[in-house]
């Protein structure tokens, strides 16, 4: 049968979610992109690549336009609206306080311990400026890096945008990483100044920062880097170097609030931001001002039908993708209120997340299965503490959305009112690439389909399409705006690794199955496969079996091998708040995978844990497990 292939090369997909939830009427009805727009943006995508793409374009502001909306010259060496002139954070910021939206809110920021600060856009553009003024007179200049080694605060925010407003790259490093991290990324990028802070709360707990920096620092050349930028969060003691160390706020003090916006082209470097590192070691992916500024804002406003009167809360650490596009520059591009909030979803109890909701009337709330799955252990008690009845769209993004998962967070959070919108993209996308709109019709597990300009598909190994049911690798099959731009100091991954793998389609790294509707079912890594007996499954198809029994919050599955089948699962489960381990409970487990997956699925063992080791970007470790 033609697209039929070795089924050795397939994956079994095992689990068949039926359940088909419809948007509500009043949701079809007030939606910015209603189904016939959905149908019309589809139809001049297939038609015309670049015309979808360069109406997106137009909704912002540019200081020079285009000569060609995408080179194609150098595939896969893309470069997308070449010979355009813009800045990001000129459509982040100054396009708004032109506007009504000057005197709107921008940031509204929680700490742990309970205090706030918010800024509207005026605020946050002059505070951008003074900052941007002071990294000038560091010598930050266009094109040189800029290390941010900071947790959730305002000033975080402000680094990013300061750097982007006078040219220079940021790079976010995650502030759960070791000293030994922030080396080699200084090492790697040999950046002007590194941004950090005293130290900042985490799960009642104050974590040192600066000392982390000072460490980090101790076996770098003199010179690298000149300058170390601190904020005064904790207001811990720490040692300043007098020769290197300034502190934030004598720098902004008396600089000026205005700083013009530097003149970059669409394809200059805006950050550079490391893949988290589940899978070999971390990647440093290059995006640049243009392409990633459309698809962000395209992305941003269509997929979660924003609003004027939104309130948008994404609970991502601006450490990694999430943050960047969807908790910094999607929601300020947009012009809309973001929310970001320093500390633990569980401290001081497990209500904190629904109690930000409540206290701030967020309307759109984006966060992660791991977050729905360790909230979930702990019931509905918390949840119905909360008047969460301003919530009007729900989102996940970051590994497979188990269904039971996804009905919690539809029940128990949404009220059955809103939308779930599970999401998939990477790292190396930028922006959301398959996901539902809230016009969708949705099926609890599934991404759904590519959104408007986005050819995606599910193929074997050669790039033949596998039949609707069969899982095969994900692969991306055309170009799109917020593509990364290249590799850190590897010239040939982009041709090589990510459109080599599979030649002439970009080679995402998943697993993935589409049904008869075309919906997308996102199975897991493509190295996070078990091959029992020749069957070859994936790791997320029976964790989803695991955690569709009531007693479990978490599990991760590994192979490990057998002498008779090849290899045999083991499973690692959390258990919920309340539920205790015993022998009884692990043969129902067993039972329990037997009746979801059928007998094809040999578990060998299953291992109760307090918890999962986790990547900080909160995917499971299955590496560590192993």
Known sequence: MEGSVDHKETLD???????????????????????????????????????????????????????????????????WFAGARCNIV??????????VNKNRLALIWEGEPGDSRQYTYYELYRAVNRFANGLKRLGVGKGDHVVLYMPQLPETVISMLACARIGAVHCLVFSGFSARLLRERVRELNPKVVVTVDGFYRNGQVIRLKEEVDRALLDTPQDVPESVVVVHRANVEVDMDSARDCWYEDLVRHERSHAPAEIMAADDPLFILHTSGTTGSPKGMIHSHGG????????????????????????????????????????????????????HSLYPQADRMWNIISKYGVSIFYTSPTQIRT???????????????????????????????????????????CPVLDTWWQTETGMIMISPMPVSVLKPGSVTRPLPGIYADVV??????????????????????SM????????????????????????????????????FWIQGRA????????????????????????????????????KIKGQVAKAHVTLNHGITESDDLHRELKEHIRRELGPIVIVRSIEFCDELPKTSSGKIKRSALK
């Open 13 to 79: 997909s095992l689990l068949h979610e039926e359940r088909v939830f419809r948007p509500l009427p009043q949701m079809i009805i007030e939606a910015g992109v209603n189904p016939q727009d959905l149908r019309a943006a589809r139809e001049l995508a297939d038609n015309d690549l670049c015309a979808y793409w360069e109406e997106a374009a137009e909704k912002l502001d540019w200081f020079t336009k285009w000569e060609k909306v995408l080179d194609d010259s150098n595939a896969p060496d893309y470069r």
């Open 90 to 99: 000129y459509n982040a910021l100054d396009r708004h306080i032109e506007t």
């Open 292 to 343: 990633y500024m459309v698809g962000v804002h395209r992305t941003f406003k269509w997929v979660f039908d924003l609003r004027p009167t939104d309130i948008f809360w994404c609970s991502a650490d601006p450490g990694w993708i999430t943050g960047h596009s969807y908790l910094v520059y999607g929601p300020l591009l947009a012009g809309t209120t973001t929310v970001m909030y320093e500390g």
């Open 375 to 417: 909230l979930m252990r702990f019931g509905h008690k918390y949840p119905e503490q909360h008047d969460l009845s301003t919530l009007r769209i729900l989102g996940a993004v970051g590994e497979p959305f188990n269904p039971e998962a996804w009905i919690w967070l539809y029940e128990n959070i949404g009220k059955g009112q």
């Open 460 to 481: 074997d190994r050669e790039g033949n399409p596998v039949p609707a049911g069969k899982g095969g690798f994900l692969v991306i099959k055309k170009p799109w705006p």
């Open 484 to 519: 990364f731009s290249g590799v850190l100091g590897d010239n040939e991954a982009v041709r090589n690794h990510y459109w080599g793998h599979i030649p002439g389609m970009f080679y995402a790294g998943d697993v993935a199955r589409k049904d008869e509707d075309g919906y």
């Open 527 to 562: 190295d996070d496969v078990l091959n029992i007996s020749g069957h070859r499954i994936g790791t997320a198809e029976v964790e989803s079996a695991l955690t569709s029994h009531p007693h479990v919050a978490e599990a991760a599955v590994i192979g490990v091998a057998d």
